[in-house]
Each structure stands twice: as structure tokens, then as C-alpha cells.
């Protein structure tokens, strides 16, 4: 993937699971400084974490999302496969009972290959390569508690830490919120973000 021009200094990313490391590293392209901003202290890949209760549930990386996670960060494969994800071939090494008999398969390679892990440790992996982007910082231990600007332009966020009570204040250019659902915070502010989404939205609240 081509880098792009960074004619912005500042975005944040509020939440830091699989959807926020994956915009953040889209955005490390365009943008001078990237930063995710997370309630949680990450853990080492392959632990679960608080803000992700539904990682001990079974998940599936199918072959597009791994490809797509290739293309984002070169050799990821080998990590996974170093951190204990086993390599599957979908095609060929994948078997489901139903009407009565097996699913069909090959006896080649399908090209049809990901890894099956674990949510945590997919997470984990990835957050390591994110860790290596250069411009990309990260707020742990932080949670955003209100938007600075009006309804027509987003300029910060104030969020506060773990370790202060008082309110802090971080400025930006654009806004990238992770959401399943308009929040508190959101409609303080004015915003009015979509009701639902099919996998995850980017809702960019300010652009200069």
C-alpha cells in the first residue's frame, strides 16, 4: 500500500480493539500522529482484556480478512503462526457434517488459507505490529468522557486517566470513533451517529 500525503497533523482513535488498530493504521498514511485512546492497559498478546468480554467466545479469521491483514502488515502471518495460530487451508483441511454427509473438499491447495487463534491472541498480534508504526501512540488506561467543539466541528476530546481524576484535554484534526450505537458522550456534543452498523463504521466527526 502506497503512503499517502499527510496533510494533517492529529487523529484520534477512540477504542483500541481489532477495528480501532486497524483504522489507526490506515490513518498512520494521512496523518502526522495517530493516537488510540483506550480505557484498558493492554495485556500481552494472547491474554484477554476487560473491554473485550466477548474474546473467550469462538471467533474465525476467514481468508479475506487475513489477506486484507497481510496487505496492512507484511509477514503477520509468520508472527501468528510463531504466537501458536495453526494454519488452515479452507478448502481442503475444513469439514462440516450436514444432510447426512461431509462437506466436499479438495485434495490441492485451494488458496483459501487464514488462521484459526484465538480473539485474544489475534488482537494481540496485531497490536504488536501497530506498536511498530513509528507515528502511532497509544492513551491506555484512558477514557474519553466528552467531545471539545460544537456539532459542526469536533477540536478534542477530554478524557481522564487511571492515575488523575481531573480531565484532560487532547486536540485533533479528525475524530474516528469505533461505535455499535450513538453514545453519551456523542450526544453531548450534538453528534448524531448512525443507528447501526453491519460490521464496524468510521464516523469522522471534524474535518479541516
Known amino acids: 500500500m502506497s503512503r499517502g500525503t499527510r496533510e494533517q497533523t492529529r487523529a484520534i482513535v ?33 491474554e484477554p482484556r476487560r473491554g473485550v468480554p466477548q474474546s473467550v467466545q469462538p471467533h474465525v479469521l476467514f481468508t ?20 501458536g495460530a495453526i494454519p488452515i487451508d479452507w478448502g481442503k483441511e475444513f469439514h462440516y457434517f450436514t444432510k447426512g454427509a461431509f462437506n466436499a473438499t479438495v485434495e490441492e491447495g485451494s488458496g483459501l488459507v487464514s488462521f484459526t487463534c484465538t480473539r485474544p491472541l489475534l488482537e494481540g ?54 461505535i455499535p450505537a450513538m453514545s453519551g458522550t456523542d450526544r453531548q456534543a450534538g453528534h448524531h451517529w448512525p443507528e447501526r452498523n453491519a460490521d464496524w463504521i468510521l464516523a469522522m466527526a471534524s474535518l479541516t
Open 64 to 83: 479475506r480478512g487475513y489477506r486484507i491483514l497481510e496487505e496492512l502488515f507484511p509477514g503477520i502471518g509468520n508472527d501468528l503462526k510463531s504466537a
Open 125 to 178: 498480534t496485531v497490536r504488536n505490529q501497530v506498536d511498530l508504526v513509528p507515528n502511532i501512540e497509544w492513551l491506555e488506561g484512558s477514557r474519553v468522557c466528552g467531545l471539545i467543539g460544537s456539532a459542526e466541528q469536533v477540536k478534542g476530546i477530554r478524557y481522564r486517566t487511571s492515575h488523575h481524576e481531573e480531565e484532560q484535554q487532547l486536540a485533533l484534526d479528525s475524530l474516528f470513533h469505533k
Open 14 to 46: 477512540i477504542g483500541g480493539s481489532i477495528a480501532g488498530l486497524l483504522t489507526a493504521r490506515v490513518l498512520s498514511e494521512f496523518f502526522e500522529q495517530v493516537t488510540i485512546v483506550d480505557r484498558d492497559h493492554f495485556p500481552p498478546a494472547g
